[in-house]
């Protein structure tokens, strides 16, 4: 036993040695694709976090005109108190609109010198007593004298979303092209391996030798190549995951409701894993076919 295990390691090395070129393409695509789809993967649960979140602390804000009258504000907090949907709120008057507007625009000076309070409009931030009741309060509050829109969660995560998906598309495009190419590089190369030594495969096989016995090897390079781009892809996984930490990490920005956990980089981790082990035996696989008929 310990001698089979001897010999398809040094036949396995030997392998890759005489491609070294093939190999080190293929398992750099393999790396670039697999890393592609685990960044992607990481990508989303960012998103799904975040949004979670934001929905679990839903909150509406209702923007009253620049020139809504005192009674057409009274009004609306009048109809706020007394909606059973609503179940609290706070108003925001010229003042507070003017700080938050100099908080949320602090990296442009030039923009906030330049604004005053008498051109910002009061409003109510409202928070409904579930978050399945937010179209129902925006529904009735957009109607009335004095409102000039009812901003909701989802319009502010809209265009996130829509990016978030169309990048999602695309890197998923890219790593499955990336994939398919690296699984052509590992088929060649093993097509090559078996190309250079087919007279020592057909004198094994007249000798007796199975076909297992003759395909192990092989199949262990594919693995090898698999293995070692999955590596490196699972390096940039975790690498972005501390870089999602680091760069969406401040306490007022947008981002602050969005994270990644350790499960999702291991889950992730996994995942490329067992897709660059896929990846690599498939490869084999295929590329023994012409030489060793199953």
Request: hydrophobic share 50%; proline share 3%.
């Amino acid at each position: 036993m310990w001698g089979r295990i001897k010999y398809f390691g040094r036949e396995t090395v030997i392998s890759l040695r005489r491609n070294l070129l093939m190999t080190i393409a293929g398992v750099i695509t393999v790396a670039v694709s697999l890393a592609l789809f685990g960044g992607i993967l990481l990508l989303s649960r960012w998103v799904d976090h975040g949004t979670e979140r934001i929905k679990g602390g839903v909150r509406l804000e209702v923007f009253m005109n620049v020139e809504a009258t005192d009674g057409q504000i009274a009004d609306v907090r009048s109809s706020l108190n007394t909606d059973p949907d609503v179940k609290s709120f706070r108003f925001f008057d010229k003042q507070d609109a003017l700080a938050e507007f100099k908080r949320i625009f602090r990296k442009d000076p030039d923009l906030v010198k330049n604004i005053t309070a008498d051109a910002l409009p009061t409003s109510y931030r409202i928070v409904p007593e579930t978050a399945e009741k937010t179209s129902n309060i925006q529904n009735r509050f957009e109607v009335l004298p004095g409102v000039d829109d009812v901003a909701t969660p989802e319009e502010a995560l809209r265009g996130l979303l829509d990016a978030t998906n169309t990048a999602r598309i695309i890197f998923i495009g890219l790593s499955l092209i990336l994939l398919m190419s690296s699984l052509f590089l590992i088929v060649n190369t093993i097509r090559l391996a078996t190309f250079a030594r087919r007279r020592e495969i057909e004198v094994m096989k007249l000798v007796g030798a199975s076909n297992w016995f003759i395909r192990v090897p092989f199949m262990a390079e594919g693995l090898i190549q698999g293995l070692i781009g999955a590596g490196l892809a699972v390096a940039v996984v975790v690498a972005l995951k501390v870089g999602f930490d680091r760069w969406f990490n401040s306490p007022n920005g947008f981002f602050r409701e969005f994270y990644l956990t350790t499960a999702d980089a291991v889950t992730v981790s996994i995942y490329v894993f067992v897709l660059g082990i896929v990846i690599g035996l498939i490869g084999a696989i295929i590329g023994l076919r012409r030489f060793l008929r199953v």
